[in-house]
Structures are given as C-alpha cells and as structure tokens.
C-alpha cells in the first residue's frame, strides 16, 4: 500500500487537529499519515473523541489480498480500513443519517447480522 499523496505535513507541537482527520476524502489520505508516522496517537485520540476508541495497536489489512500491513496485537476492538466506491460510501452514509454510529454503526451491523446467520465454527 503505497499513497501516491503529498508527504505528510510536519506535526504541529499540539498535535494534528480533529479537521485535520475530518478532511480524509479517500484511502490514500489514511496511507499518507500511517505511512508518514509512527505515532498514531492523534489519530487515536480523534477517534476516541469520536465514541470509536483504539484499544491496542492499529492494524492495517490489503482488502484485496487480505494480507496484514502491521503486526497483529491482541485487542478487544480492531480498527481496519477498507477501500469502498464513493457510491457505496454515500449511501452507508445516506443509511446512517443522524446516528451516533455513523457508517462505522451500519458497517458493524450488518457485519453482526452476517455473523448471526454465519457464526464462526468452534
């Protein structure tokens, strides 16, 4: 996973800004800053501040080849980022409406009801 973007910008001394996060428009914003930084600790705290926190280290996986971009880590709660069309986004978004959960609550819902009429052999 390469981005094709502009490096990232230098970090300001208190930390990227929630507007900073809010700005991504497309999967290669995500790249540039995990590809551009270790620490992924503002990320952490923006989507804490958000009501989706990080519980342990971020994990990235090519949904393409489903291969893992990042060491595995045992955590309760996994943060993965997926390339979907515009299209879809907007509807996801359109089916959120004024939900706290937003796409992120839709997505995870439907991954559960999935998971109900799927469940996972022991």
């Given at each position: 996973?390469?981005?094709?973007?502009?490096?990232?910008?230098p970090r300001?001394?208190?930390?990227?800004?929630?507007?900073?996060?809010?700005?991504?428009?497309?999967?290669?914003?995500?790249?540039?800053?995990?590809?551009?930084?270790?620490?992924?600790?503002?990320?952490?705290?923006?989507?804490?501040?958000?009501?989706?926190?990080?519980?342990?280290r971020i994990?990235?996986?090519?949904?393409?080849?489903?291969?893992?971009?990042?060491?595995?880590?045992?955590?309760?709660?996994?943060?993965?980022?997926?390339?979907?069309?515009?299209?879809?986004?907007?509807?996801?978004?359109?089916?959120?409406?004024?939900?706290?959960?937003?796409?992120?609550?839709?997505?995870?819902?439907?991954?559960?009801?999935?998971?109900?009429?799927?469940?996972?052999?022991?």
């Amino acid at each position: 996973m390469t981005s094709t973007r502009p490096p990232l910008p230098p970090r300001p001394a208190d930390g990227y800004p929630d507007e900073f996060f809010e700005a991504w428009t497309a999967p290669e914003d995500f790249e540039a800053y995990f590809e551009g930084t270790d620490d992924h600790s503002d990320f952490a705290s923006f989507m804490a501040r958000k009501g989706n926190p990080v519980t342990g280290r971020i994990r990235i996986v090519d949904e393409a080849t489903g291969t893992e971009l990042t060491p595995p880590a045992p955590a309760p709660m996994e943060f993965i980022g997926l390339r979907v069309p515009k299209p879809k986004v907007d509807h996801l978004d359109a089916l959120a409406g004024d939900s706290k959960g937003g796409r992120s609550g839709v997505v995870r819902a439907a991954i559960d009801e999935y998971l109900e009429r799927h469940p996972i052999a022991p």
